[in-house]
Each structure stands twice: as C-alpha cells, then as structure tokens.
Nanobody
C-alpha cells in the first residue's frame, strides 16, 4: 500500500506560480510512475503530467504544456509540480497518483492522494 500526501495548493492571482509537492510513504518509490491529475467542479478528472520511474521521461496534458513542470526526487520519495503562468481555468483540486505504467489514463493509476486545492483568481 502506498500513501500519498499532497501539499502546496492555495490561492494565487493569474500569472502567478505555485509548486505542489506529493510525499509518498513507500520504500519502493522509484518503482512507480508518478502523475498529477486535476478535477474542477462539475468536470471529469483530467490528466496533467506524468514522470517515469527514473525521471527521464515526462508527459504533459495539452492545456499545461510549456507552463507546468513535473519532477521527482527519489531520495525524498517526493514528486513535484511547478506551475507557472497560472490561469483561472487551472482552478481545480490537484491529485497525485502512483502507478506501474507510464500512461495518461486515470484508470491505470493504483494509488491516489486526497488532493490539494488550487484557486487562480483573475
């Protein structure tokens, strides 16, 4: 079992930045693909970014490419999401997820955090 705890959400003005963190409670963190998803009220959960086991490969959703950066520190069992040039449409609950495959499909991820809220004001 892997427990994931997100932090770093908050309220920010459009054009601002936030850095989300996700700490994992597992001794095999490096064996998991890590990803971020988000869900706005009334909308389906959406893929944001994923990073491969060693951190070499990264994949982003079209709406965040060029603005968000995913990274991981396997020594700290932590994955990060640096969000720059935030827009009001980025407002959502952001969820960290762990899985075995480097994919953007929500159903392929086995473990999920509780989420952290990001609100971007115009």
């Amino acid at each position: 079992q892997v427990q994931l705890v997100e932090s770093g959400g908050g309220l920010v003005q459009a054009g601002g930045s936030l850095r989300l963190s996700c700490a994992a409670s597992t001794t095999t963190f490096g064996g998991y693909v890590m990803a971020w998803f988000r869900q706005a009220p009334g909308k389906e959960r959406e893929f944001v970014a994923a990073i491969s086991w060693g951190g070499v490969d990264k994949n982003y959703g079209d709406s965040v490419k060029g603005r968000f950066t995913i990274s991981r520190d396997n020594a700290k069992n932590t994955v990060y999401l640096q969000m720059n040039n935030l827009k009001p449409e980025d407002t959502a609950a952001y969820y960290c997820a762990a899985g075995e495959l480097f994919v953007s499909t929500l159903d392929e991820y086995d473990y999920w955090g509780q989420g952290t809220q990001v609100t971007v004001s115009s």
